[in-house]
């Protein structure tokens, strides 16, 4: 990890890429109880780096999507809280190209512009979601799980099928049967500009 756009906080890499289109996950900090990803890890530790990665991602998503953890984005005033600070800062310090609010997590594809680097926007939102969640939900302690999940964006295909998987979460959880029903996603047929 020489290339100084890869950083990390412990347990997974980012790559900073400027001003290039990433999809990003963040999840509730109990959404994945610990000994699923110590099981997890476990069973990857045999397979190379770069497969490993592929199916922790895809595990962790189709765990994420059973909804385990108590679920706090399911109340629509924790939710809302959270839709409204991924709009805010849309066409300033990023240009956000799809979202969805999960009952457990959180999906978007977003590219940062000017000097905003993924890890500050990222934690913007984080920070400021949490502390009003807690408040409303009369508690304290870590809301988000500490990481988040990105990947930057290679050719308008993965574009495509990043923006298309992320309408697509709730309607493949179970949640509802086409994209633009779920209330608290850019897909939402009652959302203005998307």
């Not at 020489?2 to 999809?23: F, I, K």
């Not at 994945?32 to 190379?48: G, I, N, V, Y």
């Not at 999906?107 to 934690?123: C, K, M, N, Q, R």
């Not at 500490?146 to 979460?169: G, K, P, W």
Request: with cysteine; charged share 25%; net charge negative.
């Amino acid at each position: 990890m020489s290339d100084e756009r890869w950083r990390s906080r412990g347990y997974l890499p980012h790559w900073e890429a400027g001003e290039v289109a990433q999809s990003i996950t963040f999840r509730v900090a109990d959404s994945l109880p610990s000994a699923m990803l110590q099981h997890l890890e476990q069973e990857l530790r045999l397979l190379p780096e770069d497969a490993a990665a592929v199916q922790r991602r895809i595990r962790i998503e189709a765990a994420l999507d059973r909804g385990h953890g108590t679920a706090w984005l399911a109340d629509a005033r924790v939710a809302d809280i959270v839709e409204r600070a991924l709009l805010h800062f849309d066409g300033e310090r990023y240009r956000l190209h799809a979202w969805v609010i999960m009952p457990n997590h959180v999906h978007v594809v977003a590219t940062p512009l000017g000097d905003w680097t993924l890890a500050d926007i990222v934690h913007s939102w984080k920070s400021f979601t949490a502390t009003q969640a807690n408040r409303i939900l009369e508690r304290e302690g870590a809301f988000w799980a500490r990481e988040y999940f990105d990947r930057y964006i290679r050719d308008e295909a993965h574009f495509t099928n990043a923006v298309s998987y992320v309408a697509m979460n709730p309607v493949k959880a179970g949640l509802c049967k086409r994209p633009e029903d779920w209330r608290f996603s850019s897909a939402w047929s009652g959302s203005a500009g998307f």
